[in-house]
């Protein structure tokens, strides 16, 4: 499977932007980068995904690096509710598979 | 937006006794179902993948005589632990994929999560 390195964690403030990076450096060119979140004891939450362009949807954005060897999931304000654990993740064609790593737990201060 | 439901959402147990859980797209056809586990303070581990009509196939590690997997209907997915032990208990989580598009495309949606406990 191909994997993604994510710091273990990250402070925020309440309503100040957030940017969670992910480095995928071995990506390959039909894999598309997916972002998930966990809140406690719940299943993930689709968050965004994308493949070669920068996405934006009513929760975040992806900014995709040109080389597709990193990306980065940016919460625009941060609310109290955004605290969870974001997984980013690459699914490759041949199976499609969502392959979970440890993620980035984010912490938002009031 | 599109709805999995998971059933039951705790289950506590006694050890050798057979425990089921039940997956349920609401809003569309699920064509493939995910079954995950995770433990406390972990991340989520892939156990199976169903494809309607078809057997599961599971993940290396993943007895599939102990975690019986059942898709029979586009909307439905059952994960039947037997003959649980303590070292069972765990989160289960379902998801499921509608199927419709390319599936590296596709987001997935996921069931809020069964917490096994086994005595």
């Known amino acids: 499977d191909a994997k993604t390195t994510q710091p273990n964690s990250m402070e925020s403030n309440e309503e100040e932007p957030v940017h969670l990076p992910c480095n995928h450096s071995?990506?390959?060119?039909?894999?598309?980068i997916h972002w998930y979140r966990q809140l406690p004891s719940q299943g993930p939450e689709y968050v965004i995904h994308?493949?070669?362009s920068n996405v934006n949807n009513r929760m975040a954005s992806l900014a995709i690096a040109e080389d597709r060897k990193s990306s980065t999931l940016i919460l625009h304000r941060a609310t109290l509710r955004d605290a969870a654990v974001y997984y980013c993740?690459?699914?490759?064609?041949?199976?499609?598979?969502?392959?979970f790593g440890k993620g980035i737990t984010l912490s938002v201060r009031p | 937006g599109a709805v999995v439901s998971q059933h039951p959402s705790r289950v506590i147990c006694k050890s050798g006794t057979s425990v089921k859980i039940e997956c349920r797209s609401l809003?569309?056809?699920?064509?493939?179902m995910f079954w995950y586990r995770q433990f406390p303070k972990q991340s989520l581990m892939l156990m199976a993948t169903?494809?309607?009509?078809?057997?599961?196939?599971?993940e290396q590690g993943v007895e599939k005589d102990k975690f019986l997997i059942n898709h029979a209907s586009l909307t439905l997915s059952t994960l039947t632990v037997t003959s649980a032990h303590p070292e069972d208990s765990s989160f289960y989580i379902c998801?499921?994929?509608?199927?419709?598009?390319?599936?590296?495309?596709?987001?997935?949606?996921f069931g809020s999560g069964t917490q096994l406990s086994v005595l």
């Open positions: 998801s499921a994929r509608s199927g419709t598009g390319i599936p590296t495309n596709e987001k997935l949606f």
């Open positions: 071995t990506i390959s060119g039909t894999d598309y």
């Open positions: 994308g493949l070669t």
């Open positions: 993740i690459l699914v490759r064609l041949a199976n499609s598979k969502l392959t």
């Open positions: 809003d569309f056809q699920a064509t493939t």
């Open positions: 169903s494809n309607e009509g078809s057997k599961a196939t599971y």
